[in-house]
């Protein structure tokens, strides 16, 4: 909402918004686009603008989805599930995402699902069997573990301190 504001406060009618994508009928001069990313920096939005971190942006964006919206409905391993959304070589997406941001796709996707557990459990809404079957974990032990390497914690004593905060998708 407040992307779609934004444009068309400046006179832009974007025709399509979604997760980290914006499209417009007309192209933007440097002008218009330096305005509008002055006006999101502002919401804490940045115009990306290059085709690399384009990309590594719709990885991110994919990962993001598959994790907090898929909700076990996804019977395909990450590197399957990402070369049929991007239309890349695994390898070629793998060496560009670790190059650009510092960490692995797949580092990526375990913060990604302990932070949906993290939230999860805050809900308090399922059993930790329950999460580890929607998240795909092939067992509670695994997600136990991972979970445990991840945050040093168990996460029944996570479940029980909550008083530690998740972290915001951005800062994952």
Do not use: C, W
């Not at 399509?16 to 499209?23: D, N």
């Not at 989805?65 to 898929?70: A, F, G, N, T």
């Not at 991972?146 to 301190?161: D, E, H």
Request: aromatic share 10%; hydrophobic share 35%.
């Amino acid at each position: 909402m407040v992307v779609r504001s934004e444009f068309e406060r400046l006179g832009h009618k974007p025709t399509y918004i979604k997760l980290g994508e914006v499209k417009l009928i007309n192209d933007l001069s440097s002008d218009e686009k330096n305005e509008i990313s002055n006006a999101l920096q502002s919401f804490g939005f940045s115009i990306i603008d290059d085709k690399r971190s384009k990309l590594i942006e719709r990885i991110k964006t994919l990962i993001v989805e598959l994790v907090h919206q898929q909700n076990n409905d996804i019977k395909t391993n990450l590197s399957t599930y990402l070369t049929q959304h991007i239309n890349h070589d695994y390898n070629y997406i793998t060496n560009l995402f670790s190059e650009v941001t510092g960490t692995t796709i797949e580092k990526y996707f375990i913060a990604q699902k302990i932070e949906r557990v993290k939230e999860l459990l805050v809900y308090n809404e399922l059993t930790l069997s329950e999460i580890a079957y929607q998240l795909n974990y092939s067992s509670v032990a695994h997600l136990s573990n991972q979970f445990k390497k991840v945050t040093g914690l168990t996460p029944s004593y996570f479940k029980g301190i909550k008083s530690i905060k998740r972290k915001s998708l951005d800062q994952v």
